[in-house]
């Protein structure tokens, strides 16, 4: 039975504005210059603040004096009545001059690291059958130069992809050509078989290569977990011939591919900071980072025209109204766009703010044990912004200062209290756990109840396994992996 009803929701809707601001809010500065490129060129309505400050490719003015610009192309909404026939530069915003130098990007053609194998392929006396094996082979090694496919694996592959038959013996004989190539431990399934294959290319007549490869091949485990005394006890070495062995295998490349350095292989990260901390006469000195970043507005053609239809709507046809209506959703959006990247900057700069007032102390001479326990909360709570909004700002964005570069989300920890009451930050527990290792014996290295112990002594009452957590964070071995002999 059908039945009608009323029901009243309270929902909330984003505005464009809210939307374009909550995705810029999201970006760092050097991607804020490409998404107001892309805007730019789906959107004629927009142009340069400043049509005589034209830019060069990174921003920079140019010194030389420029020619009279030529007169703009007058624009009529007849130009709009039929969509399908726009040309392409009415649809792209006009970023050249012809005075601009358009230098072509520099572009290196060295080999990558899977050509380099490719062409070390070539140099073996193979058959058709062999070499397309070899090459499956090598299209599968990472960029590591680790083979992390099972044999069986790729022999089923091949069945079905090339529908080439082979058996394991035949692949396994394939990929010990791809491992005698180099970098000497390519092709390796695992870490020990990528060591030992750099061992067998050594003198194997020489002592301590032969003890390094015994210490590999059948004491492997009690090397990861640095059980010195049974391997020394089971190979009959004494101490020297046990640390000759050992320094010959720190010597090896863990990761052989990571060798083949090759700039068109490797992502480069480039940190540009999205604030500036300058100190001038004792004085903090924040700004934003806008040196690419060039003022909007909205098009005086564009409006003027878009007013004068507007205030002449009668006697206009079908497509005219539509071109009419083209126009002003460009202006919208325009406007938008320019409002959103307004809100955007005094965003990033009201939560800075924020930080380095409440930071203040670190952000003298940038000592770690001045740092206050800070969390998203603390700032929302002063900027009156939600945490979600101070989670987008911090993500993601650097700020420079006269003591490095550091990411935002670096100035926020938890806090502990010590046994006088005093609230401190983790981080600053994590400094000295840091430089209690760092300082420690390696021959007797400090074990976590000991950390314990210190911290407890310097007025820090934490728990072993809060100690552990804290060291794990910082990317620190257990006490027993980072003994030496």
């Not at 038959?165 to 394939?174: D, F, G, K, P, W």
């Not at 006469?281 to 970043?293: E, K, T, V, Y």
């Not at 987008?392 to 989300?409: A, C, D, E």
Request: proline share 4%.
């Amino acid at each position: 039975m059908l039945k009608q009803s009323l029901q009243q929701k309270l929902l909330q809707k984003l505005s464009p504005l809210q939307i374009q601001v909550i995705k810029l809010l999201e970006i760092p500065t050097f991607q804020l210059e490409q998404r107001i490129k892309e805007e730019m060129e789906g959107n004629p309505v927009l142009e340069y603040a400043d049509e005589n400050n034209e830019r060069t490719e990174y921003g920079d003015e140019e010194p030389e004096e420029r020619e009279p610009k030529e007169e703009k192309d007058e624009i009529s909404f007849d130009d709009y009545i039929s969509t399908d026939d726009i040309p392409a530069y009415k649809l792209q915003a006009r970023n050249y001059s012809k005075d601009d130098k358009q230098e072509d990007i520099p572009f290196s053609n060295g080999t990558t690291f899977h050509e380099n194998l490719i062409a070390q392929l070539g140099l073996r006396i193979l058959n058709e059958r062999q070499r397309n094996i070899a090459e499956y082979i090598i299209g599968n090694i990472d960029e590591d130069g680790y083979l992390r496919r099972e044999v069986d694996e790729l022999i089923d592959d091949l069945a079905f992809s090339q529908n080439l038959e082979i058996s394991e013996r035949e692949a396994l004989e394939i990929l010990a050509v791809v491992q005698d190539f180099d970098p000497p431990g390519v092709g390796a399934r695992d870490l020990k078989e990528c060591l030992l294959l750099q061992l067998a290319k050594k003198d194997q007549t020489n002592p301590v290569v032969a003890n390094a490869y015994l210490i590999l091949k059948h004491h492997f485990e009690e090397f990861t977990r640095k059980h010195y005394d049974k391997i020394a006890r089971r190979l009959h070495l004494d101490d020297d011939d046990l640390k000759d062995a050992m320094d010959e295998i720190l010597k090896l490349n863990p990761k052989p591919g990571g060798s083949y350095s090759n700039p068109m292989t490797k992502a480069v990260q480039l940190i540009i900071p999205d604030f500036i901390l300058e100190v001038e006469d004792g004085q903090f000195q924040l700004s934003l980072n806008s040196r690419n970043i060039p003022e909007l507005r909205v098009s005086n053609t564009y409006s003027t025209m878009l007013s004068e239809y507007q205030s002449n709507k009668k006697n206009q046809s079908r497509e005219q109204k539509d071109a009419v209506m083209f126009v002003k959703q460009k202006l919208d959006s325009a406007k938008w766009f320019i409002d959103a990247i307004k809100q955007r900057q005094n965003t990033l700069m009201t939560v800075m703010e924020a930080i380095l007032n409440y930071q203040k102390d670190y952000f003298v001479e940038g000592d770690e044990t001045r740092m206050r326990p800070m969390i998203l909360k603390d700032i929302a709570d002063i900027t009156n912004l939600d945490i979600s909004t101070i989670s987008r700002v911090s993500n993601s964005k650097y700020i420079q200062t006269h003591f490095g570069i550091f990411p935002l989300k670096y100035f926020f920890s938890e806090g502990l209290q010590t046994d006088s009451g005093e609230e401190v930050s983790t981080r600053e527990i994590k400094k000295i756990l840091e430089e209690c290792i760092s300082n420690e014996d390696k021959h007797k290295p400090l074990t976590d109840d000991r950390l314990a112990q210190i911290l407890k002594e310097k007025s820090y009452n934490i728990a072993r396994r809060t100690v552990a957590k804290y060291r794990e964070q910082l990317n620190i071995p257990v006490a027993r992996l980072r003994k030496e002999l």
